[in-house]
């Protein structure tokens, strides 16, 4: 296994290798943009195999009086050039606009400065950063006998829009969620963080994709080492393609052999507005609706944003709930199997006869019973979450069959089987984060195992493991079970319980050590009659 | 993981292996509960009952199918844990007795002695020890078992949520369970006692469906006095009166009925809702001496003469009359127990208390001791209430 592992490694290595060296000779014969309109533009419709989106657009202007030839180019469908084509074209009288500023003889910088109306504009003088600019949406200008070209943000392309985010909804809160675009994502932030100090540095990461990838933090509150952290671990990236953040999240996480995810992330602008807040970092892919947000603890997993928005009580008791189904979820189905094959003096007498009526006539040990159920259950989950939109009512209809009273009936599994099954599947959907969830889901197959073969025994040990697993955990030198363990008394104000506003004073001790006064409020008091 | 850390995991789950656990692995279908075992002994050898649960028939909501809920079977051995173990050849599956609630001892071998059939149920690690222990009167265990009850499908619970009402609501029988019996056997100065159950009408046709389907089922079991025990041997039973009177001494009582004469005749009835009691030794001039008061509230609970209760001379009255009753009670219990020499009040352990010396020297001859210890009752009762009204409508339909 190991050495197959090494093998693709050392595959991947070598393909890589080529890809580079290839790029590294056409950088040394040919990048460097030519003196001639008509070589570059050769050379970039060769480059890009004269594929049939590629528009490339020729026209003269005039210059102080003078002729040039001028190309724009750009890919039709992720630039838009309507601007710039108005502003180098148009006129209120002719339609070849005449450019007078004589102090200014190239005419590239005069177009620059005087002609076009387009924000973001830069320099291009060779091959690969204006290719790389036009296949990012961008239009190059290139102007006969300068080997230089301009490249002017034009980008429009087609975008979901901002809507209400899937995976995690609220009833109350903001319902706007991140889109695939990571320009509109970051805005979505900073119209929510209106500070200064919100720093973002983007890069590309993908040798293929050339993926932009964000950061965001707010320096001053992010501790500088997680940040630096961060940046040493995106540029060990050496990958062809980042389609998706689980691409980064699995490149750059603690420990790829834990169950439990160490990143957290969330398509909420409010949820990652929050973590930044509190001193994390957050980490926009293009492409994508998630965004990561590090270091992520134990605890992060199992809130949402709405336990905020809420009263405090009310939001106390939803995270005390989500410990419940979480403890339900991970040991539900065990707990059953282990009482009633091990431990059957622990049932009340009228319950426990009334289990051993329903498992008259099964065939099978609670144990086969129970992953038959679980099982079942994770196919029509799994169905519920692939299959086409239009045919989800026949699989609910099927699963109500399925783990049903018609699978009681036929005499496969207990209703009180139904019953735990049921439960922990319900448990399982209220831990808001869907990584977790599915951590639970796989752990819980573990103590079902550990239940039949040792009773509540193997659940205790396999705990004790889990624990003692969980404390090795450190999410970007945060340990995973702070502030439980750590114990830190005073994160215990957003831990299990969230005090109300006014008491939660400080940020989190561990994620933004430097920065950590949050507010200076009072409790409110009721003003005198 | 590297492959170091891999090997360590598998060799960490191997030694939960070699560590003693739950091994005892028994799915639902693979095992009977029991929920009574009675014993009997005749011509030497022990004879063991247990009433088995049968799950389908008691568990069903649709109509039962005609079969006998429980079932009662019985294997002679020479000792307990022997005939135990020799049920499965009776049994399709291994007994299981973790759920036990109530054990039945035949009157039989009850008069023999209880001591040694009770080793086996402390040692068995699969026992629990809360369930209580009773005494078949005038039967064998046996028949107690075989006797279907209509209102509680399972038998035993109907043994055993009895012996809990009439204990809370009447005072007349006592919860011992095994705990209790063996602290009471092993302590000098105290004897037991065990609630006795008596089966009424036809013990034959009990055991039958029949006895289900009657209105008025043709035998049922009923609880009715106290077994008095002498160290491990019965010695005889305390009627109502006196079971009662022994509650009172043993603090047991939570509510019961005392029933008072009206001058008028007639009678009049006070509900105990609350009593308390403190037994003291003494030693005076090198003999022992024991003080027991009783403090108790009741309410009046029905007038059936035509009595002015709504006044304080008559409250005093019931009062005085109510503590009559209750000291003739105890004084009843008292006397009974003296007549079989049989401690069961616990008096020896209150001369133990306060007077250790003392009762080292009394220790070895403390039965002769008891039955002429002197004992000083005092009763203190007060009425609370009279009810929803005050005065009988009796009393208004001018005296009947």
């Known amino acids: ?529 | 993981m590297s492959v170091h850390g891999a090997i360590r995991f598998v060799l960490l789950c191997m030694a939960f292996l070699t560590v003693t656990g739950c091994w005892n692995r028994n799915e639902l279908n693979e095992i009977s509960i029991a929920t009574a075992f009675g014993f009997d002994k005749n011509a030497g050898r022990y004879n063991v009952s247990a009433q088995i649960i049968n799950a389908t028939e008691i568990a069903t909501n649709k109509g039962s199918s005609g079969r006998a809920p429980v079932i009662t079977v019985q294997m002679p051995g020479r000792t307990i844990f022997e005939a135990v173990r020799a049920l499965t050849t009776t049994t399709p599956r291994k007994i299981y007795s973790s759920h036990l609630r109530i054990l039945v001892i035949g009157e039989d071998l009850a008069r023999e002695g209880i001591a040694k059939v009770l080793d086996g149920l402390s040692r068995d690690h699969e026992l629990r020890t809360d369930f209580y222990i009773i005494v078949a009167r005038n039967t064998t265990a046996n028949q107690v078992l075989r006797i279907l009850t209509p209102l509680e499908r399972i038998p035993t619970d109907k043994m055993y949520s009895s012996l809990e009402a009439s204990q809370r609501n009447w005072g007349v029988t006592a919860k011992v369970d095994l705990h209790q019996l063996i602290y009471d056997l092993v302590d000098k100065g105290k004897d037991p006692v065990l609630a006795g159950i008596r089966i009424e009408g036809n013990a034959r046709r009990g055991g039958t469906r029949m006895n289900l389907s009657n209105a008025s089922p043709q035998a049922i079991l009923t609880y009715e006095g106290l077994a008095v025990f002498h160290k491990d041997k019965l010695v005889g039973w305390l009627n109502d009166k006196q079971s009662k009177g022994y509650n009172y001494i043993r603090g047991n009582i939570k509510s019961t009925i005392v029933p008072l004469p009206c001058p008028t005749g007639d009678d009049l009835d006070i509900e105990l809702i609350h009593a308390s009691h403190k037994i003291k030794g003494r030693i005076v001039d090198g003999k022992p001496e024991i003080n027991v008061s009783i403090r108790a509230e009741g309410n009046i609970g029905e007038v059936e003469c035509d009595m002015k209760i709504a006044t304080n001379e008559a409250i005093a009255l019931l009062e005085q009359e109510l503590n009559e009753q209750i000291k003739d009670a105890i004084e009843a219990a008292i006397t009974r127990a003296k007549y079989y020499k049989s401690d069961i009040f616990g008096f020896g352990s209150a001369i133990h208390r306060a007077n250790f010396k003392a009762w080292n020297r009394m220790e070895s001859d403390w039965e002769d001791e008891f039955a002429r210890v002197p004992v000083h009752v005092t009763v203190n009762a007060k009425l609370r209430r009279t009810g929803s009204v005050v005065e009988s409508f009796l009393e208004r339909m001018g005296g009947s």
């Open chain 1, 1 to 529: 296994m190991v050495s197959f592992y090494e093998a693709m490694k050392k595959m991947h290595k070598r393909g890589t290798g080529r890809h580079k060296s290839l790029e590294s000779d056409t950088n040394k014969t040919a990048n460097a943009l030519k003196d001639t309109l008509e070589d570059n533009l050769r050379f970039i419709d060769a480059g890009l195999g004269n594929s049939t989106d590629l528009v490339i657009r020729q026209f003269t202007i005039t210059a102080n009086r003078r002729l040039c030839r001028t190309a724009i180019v750009y890919i039709d469908g992720l630039a838009n050039p309507q601007a710039l084509l108005d502003s180098l074209l148009k006129d209120d009288n002719e339609t070849r606009k005449a450019i007078e500023h004589p102090e200014e003889t190239n005419p590239l910088q005069l177009l620059r400065d005087y002609v076009l109306t387009i924000g973001d504009m830069h320099g291009a003088s060779d091959f690969d950063t204006l290719l790389h600019a036009v296949l990012s949406g961008d239009t190059a200008i290139l102007v006969d006998g300068f080997a230089e070209g301009i490249v002017a943000d034009t980008r429009d392309f087609t975008d979901r829009g901002v809507t209400e985010p899937s995976s995690q909804t609220v009833v109350r809160g903001p319902r706007e969620g991140f889109s695939e675009t990571l320009r509109t994502n970051t805005a979505l932030v900073r119209r929510k963080i209106k500070d200064r100090n919100l720093w973002m540095e983007t890069r590309q990461i993908g040798d293929v994709t050339k993926t932009d990838v964000s950061l965001m933090f707010i320096k001053g509150t992010v501790n500088d080492k997680v940040v630096d952290e961060v940046r040493a671990r995106m540029d060990r990236i050496d990958i062809d393609a980042i389609l998706e953040s689980g691409y980064i999240e699995e490149l750059i996480q603690d420990d790829s052999y834990s169950p439990f995810p160490t990143i957290y992330h969330s398509e909420r602008p409010d949820a990652i507005a929050g973590g930044l807040l509190e001193g994390r970092v957050a980490i926009f892919v293009d492409g994508t609706p998630f965004v990561l947000l590090v270091p992520a603890l134990f605890t992060h997993f199992m809130q949402t944003p709405e336990d905020y928005y809420q009263r405090a009580d009310i939001g106390s008791l939803l995270r005390i709930l989500r410990y419940v189904c979480l403890f339900i979820a991970l040991f539900g189905p065990s707990a059953y199997i282990a009482i009633t094959t091990f431990h059957q003096e622990m049932i009340p007498t009228p319950l426990l006869i009334s289990i051993m009526a329903q498992r008259e006539g099964i065939p099978f040990p609670a144990f086969i019973e129970a992953i038959i159920m679980e099982v079942t259950f994770e196919i029509l989950r799994e169905a519920g979450v692939r299959m086409p939109r239009t045919i989800g009512q026949a699989v609910s209809i099927v699963g109500a069959l399925v783990i049903g009273q018609a699978a009681v009936d036929a005499g496969l599994v207990g209703p009180a089987m139904v019953i735990v099954v049921s439960i922990t599947a319900i448990s399982n959907f209220v831990i808001p984060s869907y990584n977790m969830g599915i951590s639970v889901r796989m752990i819980r197959f573990i103590y079902m195992m550990l239940a039949a073969s040792f009773g509540l025994y193997g659940i205790l040990v396999g705990t004790i493991v889990m624990v003692l697993h969980l404390c090795s955990l450190r999410s970007f030198g945060v340990p995973y079970l702070a502030p439980f363990a750590p114990f830190i008394i005073e994160d215990q104000k957003d831990n299990i319980f969230r005090l109300p506003q006014w008491a939660l004073l400080t940020r989190p001790r561990l994620v933004s050590p430097n920065n950590r006064k949050r507010q200076k409020n009072h409790p409110p008091h009721k003003p005198a009659p």
